[in-house]
């Protein structure tokens, strides 16, 4: 079912297509041609040695994906780091990101008391969330492995979004694939979401399929594995998304859900919030900005007047909610703090506890493995 939301500005509405459509802008079907072709060359190059791989400074676990946002990397990052951090007390694990959007160049060790354009939104949630663990930035990903070893602050690395950073031989690659947007159906930039090519999946040690509602059934799994053509002995896992609370972004409080609320997201699958939002109180207007939108003082006067105007039972929404991700790119805004933020906090839920077991288990055994400079 679509969902109806509101513009960038709030003032007119528009309909967001189902999130299993598929974009197919066909007129930039010459430009995608030549995307894929320059892709392709890249990968022959690494692949036939003319442009060098090396392993890291340190053992380290990539998260990434095939396409341009939405498949849940930085809520995954988030999930598999606590259970690898439960399962393994003895490895002291950190973070390095590129930092999307940030305005900074080089390697930086992220402050949680920092803004966005110094590290990028997602890495700035990261270290709100684990205060204990060391979070960096640096776009030369092996530059900033021998940086973080230098440091002697960690013993193994997870990587967000590096699968396309082919200069690093990753310990173990994970892809994620969006169930509702599958890959093997997609297109290339500009035309659709793919920035990489959907055979790269098969190179990864292991997948994880993700957004699925509910757990998959053995059929279901050996479809997807036929459908990405993954090898039989590849690990597949699958997860899902539920809310795991309110908390007040003014005061880290948990909250109760309002009657009615204004959601507010710069995230790739603003629909997959606002469904997640009504299943809980009415959303009587929905702010939907591009992924990583960067917020200024104007946005927040929109949505002041949007809680300050009734809904058509003449009632005004309660609260204002946002996701993680964008609650770091409001935060620093001057007033922000004087608007009933709330913040939706996501839980993923794996839906095949052995299988992530097992992936646990691998993870554990090549950091091992690495550390020993054994073979694998």
């Keep these: 079912m679509a969902l109806h939301t509101t513009s960038s500005t709030g003032r007119r509405p528009l309909q967001t297509a189902p999130e299993n459509v598929l974009r197919d802008r066909w007129w930039w079907a010459p430009a995608a041609a030549l995307f894929r072709r320059a892709v392709r060359i890249r990968h022959w190059a690494f692949d036939r040695g003319f442009r060098a791989s090396q392993e890291g400074a340190l053992p380290t676990v990539v998260l990434g ?26 490895t ?16 930086l060790r992220v402050d949680r008391e920092g803004k ?7 890495p700035l949630e990261v270290a709100r969330k684990f205060p204990g663990v060391a979070v960096y930035v640096c776009e030369d990903r092996l530059q900033g ?6 440091a002697g602050l960690a013993d193994a690395v997870l990587m967000d979004d590096g699968l396309q950073h082919r200069k690093l031989i990753p310990s173990i690659g994970i892809a994620l694939v969006d169930t509702t947007q599958p890959v093997d159906r997609d297109h290339f930039l500009p035309r659709g979401r793919l920035r990489d090519l959907p055979e790269r999946i098969t190179k990864a040690d292991a997948v994880i399929l993700t957004r699925c509602p509910t757990a998959l059934t053995k059929g279901d799994l050996r479809l997807w594995r036929h459908r990405l053509k993954l090898a039989a002995d590849t690990p597949l896992l699958h997860s899902g998304s539920r809310p795991e609370g309110l908390r007040a972004m003014a005061t880290k409080r948990y909250a109760s859900w309002p009657m009615r609320c204004v959601a507010v997201s710069g995230i790739a699958q603003p629909a997959q919030f606002e ?7 009415s959303v009587v207007r929905h702010f939907a900005y591009p992924d990583h939108q960067e917020f200024a003082p104007k946005h927040l006067e929109e949505w002041r007047q949007a809680l300050a105007t009734p809904d058509e039972r003449d009632q005004l929404p309660e609260a204002l909610i946002t ?29 095949d506890t052995v299988a992530l077991d097992g992936l646990l288990s691998t993870i554990r055994e090549r950091v091992e493995a690495f550390q020993s400079n054994s073979d694998i």
């Design 65 to 90: 994906n095939v396409t341009v946002g939405g498949t849940g990397k930085t809520p995954h990052l988030k999930a598999l780091l606590q259970k690898l951090m439960d399962s393994s007390k003895d």
């Design 92 to 107: 002291r694990w950190a973070i390095l990101s590129r930092g999307y959007g940030r305005k900074t160049q080089g390697f």
């Design 116 to 122: 966005p354009e110094e590290y990028g939104d997602e």
């Design 145 to 150: 492995l021998e940086r973080i070893r230098e």
């Design 275 to 281: 469904a997640h939002l009504s299943r809980h109180c």
């Design 323 to 351: 996701t993680e991700k964008d609650a770091e790119r409001i935060r620093p805004l001057a007033g922000a703090a004087d608007l009933p933020i709330l913040i939706l906090n996501l839980h993923i839920q794996w839906w």
